[in-house]
């Protein structure tokens, strides 16, 4: 259904991205919306693009536009889920994820993440441990090393150190530089001097 030069320039985009050249991506996926209106999947990569360059109000609105040329398609909702997360507002990360699931119940790891990071916050632990763990057994070639660090969280709301410390460790193996690093190297220094049970 995608034109060919549509689908050209989303590719191209696609790469720009990948190598965070966010302006010649914004460029290109331009193009291909320009060619083709009612291309979602270049409405999120647009919303991606521009939440890259601090424009978040802006990527929202992509990422929505996403949704509204085509409402079955599973990343406009996981987009806005995730700006949902970064603000704090628990109950549409929630909605999104859970509308996510419906779409998709079986093969999106970033489903079952915002879904367990929804349910932590309203300390629904045991619901949360289940989606995190769906979700590291679909991230086979780790991807979302944030998985990790969700698990780590909801261990330490379970009062499990052992496997706190084991997920916090996995974490810091998979992405080192992570803008969260660092409070996480220091949990684990914390647990490291507790006495494990």
């Known amino acids: 259904m995608v034109p060919g030069k549509a689908s050209s320039e989303y590719q ?3 790469g720009a991205l990948k190598d965070k050249k966010l302006g010649q991506a914004e460029e290109h996926v331009r193009k291909a919306l320009d060619v083709y209106p009612k291309y979602a999947a270049a409405w999120v990569v647009l919303g991606q693009i521009l939440e890259g360059q601090q424009k978040r109000e802006d990527a929202r609105q992509a990422c929505s536009q996403a949704m509204k040329v085509d409402s ?3 990343p406009p909702y996981l987009c806005l889920a995730d ?3 970064r603000e704090g ?3 549409q990360v929630s ?14 790891a970033f489903t079952f ?4 990071g929804a349910q932590l916050h309203f300390q629904q632990l045991r619901q949360a441990e289940l989606n995190a763990e769906s979700a590291l057994e679909l991230d086979i070639w780790h991807h979302v090393p944030e998985l990790h660090y969700l698990m780590a969280q909801i261990c330490q709301a379970k009062g499990d150190l052992r496997n706190e410390g084991i997920h916090l460790r996995e974490y810091l193996k998979q992405a080192p530089n ?3 690093a660092a409070t996480a190297r220091t949990l684990l220094a914390q647990i490291d001097l507790k006495p494990q049970k």
């Open 72 to 74: 079955d398609y599973v």
């Open 178 to 180: 992570a803008a969260d």
């Open 113 to 116: 993440y915002f879904m367990a």
């Open 12 to 14: 191209k985009a696609c």
């Open 95 to 108: 909605v999104l994820a859970d509308r996510a699931r419906t779409l998709d119940p079986v093969s999106n």
């Open 89 to 91: 507002d628990w109950d």
């Open 83 to 85: 700006f949902a997360a």
